[in-house]
């Protein structure tokens, strides 16, 4: 029965975690396995088996998920020694749910084939909030029929489940979309900089740009300043959110991608920047929304 699908999750860190959660309060039989001993420990607590490796956990599974932070993560996990090659069996399905390079899941999906063995791209939004509540969107390249195959599991994790095209399409849609929440992250909080400076209370302002144009899902769901949206990783001294490190790593993707494609961007740039700015001054592990935090304005002493 689909209820007792047996799922291998590698990759159980702050996203891999509480989305493994889910598959486990829906029912799903779940073997874990991070190379962060406090990962698995956390994943074994709700209600996953531990494996001693991805090969371990990939053997005898009928569906591999993997969640990892980059491209040359996925890479090892799928290709490298101990990896998931090595213990999944001909014929079954892999879902790779991190954010990366699109050109690096079609060649992951090329190995797993000559295998094989069948693969998906399945990157997502909404971060920890979302997949806490297991509403997070999915977007996915592959196959139709393996999509289909894969969402049961899906289901437990997300709440938006959308088909984007081939292998590789998932994580275009997702990059495309990062672009657009790390810039807005960015023009946020120097909008709310430069209001305060005024003197502007930031609840008014707030309650202002909600019902102008504005408006973002940052500052809906993901608001710079603390105090202002209770979920907010804001307002627990940006923890437990998406990391400024790994927003810049995808404003990354996006500026790469558009550089081989022959595409002028001058804002992601600009952005992607920023974050690196504000991960060389020690906010790299925060939530990205800490950029607000990086943006405080200079002394009033300073010349400029």
Same mark, same amino acid.
Do not use: W
């Given at each position: 029965m689909i209820a007792r699908m047996k799922i291998a999750f590698i990759g159980t860190g702050t996203m891999g975690g509480p989305m493994l959660a889910n598959l486990v309060k829906k029912g799903f039989a779940v073997t874990a396995y991070d190379i962060v001993p406090a990962a698995l *420990?956390?994943?074994?607590? #709700?209600?996953? +088996?531990?494996?001693? =490796? &991805?090969?371990?956990?990939?053997? %005898?599974?009928? !569906?591999v998920i993997t969640m990892l932070p980059s491209s040359s993560h996925v890479e090892t996990v799928y290709q490298g020694k101990g990896g998931v090659l090595e213990g999944v069996a001909a014929g079954k399905l892999c879902v790779d749910m991190s954010t990366i390079d699109p050109a690096v899941s079609r060649r992951v999906a090329e190995a797993v084939r000559a295998k094989g063995v069948r693969?998906? *791209?399945?990157?997502? &939004?909404?971060?920890?909030?979302?997949?806490? *509540?297991g509403t997070l969107a999915i977007m996915i390249g592959g196959d139709a029929r393996d999509v289909e195959e894969a969402r049961p599991a899906l289901a437990a994790m997300g709440a938006n489940i959308i088909h984007v095209g081939?292998?590789? #399409? @998932?994580? $275009?849609?997702?990059?495309?979309?990062? !672009?657009?929440? %790390? $810039?807005? #992250? $960015?023009? $946020? =909080?120097?909008?709310?900089?430069i209001a305060e400076a005024f003197g502007v209370d930031h609840k008014v302002l707030t309650d202002v740009i909600s019902k102008s144009s504005g408006n973002t899902w940052v500052m809906e769901a993901a608001h710079p300043v603390p105090g202002l949206v209770p979920r907010a990783a804001s307002s627990r001294d /940006?923890? @437990? %959110?998406?990391? +400024? *490190?790994?927003?810049a790593k995808d404003l990354g993707l996006a500026v790469n991608a558009a550089r081989e494609l022959r595409i002028p961007v001058v804002v992601s740039p600009a952005?992607?920047?920023? !974050?690196?700015?504000? &991960? =060389?001054?020690? !906010?790299?592990?925060?939530?990205? +929304?800490?950029? /607000?935090?990086?943006?405080?304005?200079s002394s009033g002493s300073s010349p400029v």
């Open positions: *420990d956390a994943a074994v607590k #709700a209600g996953a +088996t531990a494996a001693k =490796s &991805s090969a371990d956990a990939a053997r %005898g599974a009928d !569906l693969f998906i *791209d399945a990157p997502v &939004s909404g971060g920890v909030p979302k997949a806490i *509540d081939p292998v590789g #399409a @998932g994580e $275009v849609a997702k990059i495309c979309n990062n !672009l657009i929440a %790390g $810039v807005a #992250a $960015v023009a $946020v =909080s120097e909008a709310f900089r /940006y923890e @437990g %959110g998406f990391m +400024t *490190d790994l927003m952005a992607q920047q920023v !974050l690196r700015l504000a &991960s =060389s001054h020690g !906010l790299g592990r925060k939530d990205f +929304t800490a950029i /607000y935090q990086f943006l405080k304005p």
